[in-house]
């Protein structure tokens, strides 16, 4: 294992720590590592949290600040958040108006944050929950039980956390992360394997003319194994995918996001991005937004992931609102 | 090789198909492979023009809006725009007002942008080129006499290119570029190597426990081979090669770029700007801005680069000026 750290046991608080230092408009707790806004929770907003394992960066860390999250909860490599830390997270995010907690479908996340949901109801904080599982490779998988939760996370934190900003309540903004989660599909191709600090070596082996095919965000085996094709090919493949699990009708907006996985040059997603909007535009599908770069990633894994949204009411105009995070950022 | 390609003779043109139709605010001619801004030149400005081989996204195409570059030039992957398309790019960039050309220093580029300004100067138009030599891990490498170009490119495209939106004149800009360039140093260290369509295996071989030192963005060989140490030891070791070329006073004002090149997570990018933080604390550094992410690859080499350029007159004003481009985006 080649990677940039000091100890694999010190990874994740060394890394908390050196993006804590690059932005001074965010405040980490090394205690909890909880991030959060350096100004905290906003008085009267709904506050939106989210979490999860790390080694999805910037996913989640990367997306608190105003108009998205208010505070993320980032567990070990790979491993979900205890429930004590989502709890922390939940605390730090409330003003009073309660808490949307944004939940990618896996069966550690879903279990610790429904116990921190409890705890936090116990102290009398309102929390609402919205799962994430856009992934239509497989039904049921490693770590989960239906599908997976991977890129419409992004597109849920986004719109979601703009309908917050612009003073939705708890019920509004909670239904429009559920209805982002709703009109998402995602499905991914994995080149390589992604190594962990912890382990050391990568996740899975892959023969190097083969490519997994469905591949999940901790390298949770896909639909199948297949020799490496020409690009086109692949993508025909991902954007049918998800077009047969949710049609979408001819004329119909989407936003879509192509996205890298941690290894793969920027060149290679626009290159990816370029046959998704051709194999959209033959289906008759319109892309009114799009997205291309490493947002939802599984460390150095090669490979790349593709989500549909369907515009659904408000969709659009949500996504055009102001954010500022650190890996998402305009209209400020 | 494992990469999103229809075959290595179409790489370039497909990615900049992608690249095109994500980015409807930018235009690119498929026949002169030049970038541009949807709009054109915009009048009474000064232009500013950068290219270079291909393989180092969002570098320079990632650049290309309002507050940055006019226009960009592609080449090949690792490979120079040939003049003419140099030219080409000139062309659209001038609205009369001159043109700066930003030159990383390898010896093609200056070569051939040398003899696309003297064909720009016989068709009347007034160009000036600011070179970029940043690299301090050797003095003439492979492709280069003098130090390499590399990380500061970001930063004089930045700065530069604020100061023309400012309404600077020709010989203001480009002395501000000049400036910038001056005023900043760079180290890169590669933790693998990057692999190009064409060659379809890694450019360089480097074994399982050593990482290159002073590493160029081509592979080019650096200072010397190290056995794989602490992220500390190798980021001391970075900013002593930065401050030992060009000392910074204590209390002086620095902007920092730790820089991913391609394959690097940007968990361990923010381990990397931690442990840069601390050293430069350490020498009585302060840092005033900074950026972390991948801004001048390799492909998909593993690795970061560190820049680092002191605040010199101006420069955090023009630094934190609006600019609207597909990798960079603030106070718009």
């Known amino acids: 294992m080649k990677k940039f ?7 994740l608080d060394d890394a908390l720590a050196g993006f804590a230092a690059a932005h001074p408009g965010l405040s980490v707790d090394p205690a909890t590592r909880v991030v959060t806004r350096a100004g905290g929770a906003v008085p009267g907003k709904v506050g939106l949290v989210s979490g999860g394992g790390s080694g999805h960066e910037p996913l989640h860390t990367g997306f608190v600040g105003a108009g998205m999250l208010d505070a993320a909860c980032p567990g070990e490599v790979f491993t979900s958040p205890v429930p004590d ?32 949901a409890e705890l936090a109801a116990d102290e009398g904080l309102r929390v609402e929950t919205v799962l994430v599982d856009d992934d239509v490779a497989v039904r049921d998988s490693t770590f989960t039980a239906g599908r997976r939760g991977t ?8 719109i979601a956390g703009a309908a917050a900003a612009r003073g939705g309540d708890l ?25 962990t600090p912890a382990a ?35 993508v025909r493949g991902m954007v049918d995918a998800v077009l047969d699990d949710r049609p979408v009708e001819r004329g119909r907006e989407v936003i879509v996001v192509v996205n890298g996985l941690g290894g793969t040059p920027l060149s290679e997603l626009y290159l990816v991005y370029g046959e998704v909007a051709a194999r959209l535009a033959d289906r008759g599908v319109r892309i009114a937004r799009n997205l291309v770069g490493d947002y939802v990633t599984s460390l150095d894994m090669a490979g790349c992931s593709l989500t549909v949204c369907t515009a659904e009411d408000g969709f659009l105009d949500l996504w055009d609102a102001p954010v500022d995070t650190p890996a998402l950022r305009w209209g400020v």
């Open 171 to 195: 019920a509004a903004v909670a239904d429009t992360g559920r209805r982002v989660d709703a009109a998402s599909r995602s499905f991914a191709v994995a080149l390589t394997a992604g190594t």
């Open 5 to 11: 750290l000091n100890s694999a046991d010190s990874f």
């Open 200 to 234: 050391g070596r990568p996740g899975f082996d892959l023969p190097e003319d083969e490519i997994e095919v469905g591949v999940g965000i901790h390298g949770e085996p896909g639909r199948r194994r297949e020799k490496l094709r020409p690009a086109r090919e692949i």
């Open 85 to 116: 830390q989502v709890l922390a997270a939940v605390r730090a995010a409330d003003s009073g108006a309660g808490t949307v907690l944004v939940v990618k479908n896996y069966t550690g996340d879903v279990m610790n944050f429904r116990l921190a």
């Open 151 to 158: 890129g419409a996370t992004l597109l849920v934190e986004k």
